[in-house]
């Protein structure tokens, strides 16, 4: 089974460039499985319904987030309706609207189990997402083999430590939040692929999807400006894995960084 995972999809930019380029990557990689990390999809923070539909209709079988899941109001009835659709991460407390893992299939039946987490340096007190992990994963487990892990964090360190808390027990753990692709991809020696961090699908002459004049500014004053989502050297980023279906183990990872035409 090969799966597509994409990094943050940033705005507009982000969106047309999954839109353009995707359909030529499922068939250049035979990808059977596309997840993309949505939570900066509409104006560069936070979900919409529009734009969940947009990326839905692009060929992405689910949707991951993160931090800015909630950021957008109008995503909460919409992933009410629609909690397959949609992840939250998982460590949220009980009672949070939404779910943190489900199990997509290809049209032949083929079953993939999802869990999304958040981490917690540099961000909020979230429930401990290593103690919840296992607990998730068992329960996928009785569905199917093969399981990706979407760790949406902030510290590589904590990225990497669960990559090497879940080997050999989940087919791949990939890093999102930070948006900038690391070179480190591999598949660890209990047969889990990872990467640190998938990059984004949004403008890389920016600071990290925003206009980069703005994000200086804040930077300099400390004033709490309005960000934008900037334009130019729009790419989608993101990770092709090769599970093997009987084990649950990875075969091969493999970056993926193509350019929007125009851009
Ligand atoms: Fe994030």
Redesign the pocket.
Known sequence: MKVLFMGDVVGKPGLLAVRTLLPRLIGRHSVDLVIANA?NSEGGAGISPESAEQLLASEVNLLTS???FWTKKQILPWVEENPHLLLRPANYPKGAPGRGHTVIQTPDGRKLGVINLEGRVFMKPLDNPFALAPELVAELRKQTNCILVDM?CEATSEKNAMGAHLDGKVSAVVGT?THVQTADERILPGGTAFITDVGMCGPLDSVIGIRKELSVERFLTLRHNQYEVAKNLVYLQGVVIDINEQTGKARSIERVREQLPGT
């Open positions: 939570e993160g931090n800015h949406h939040h």
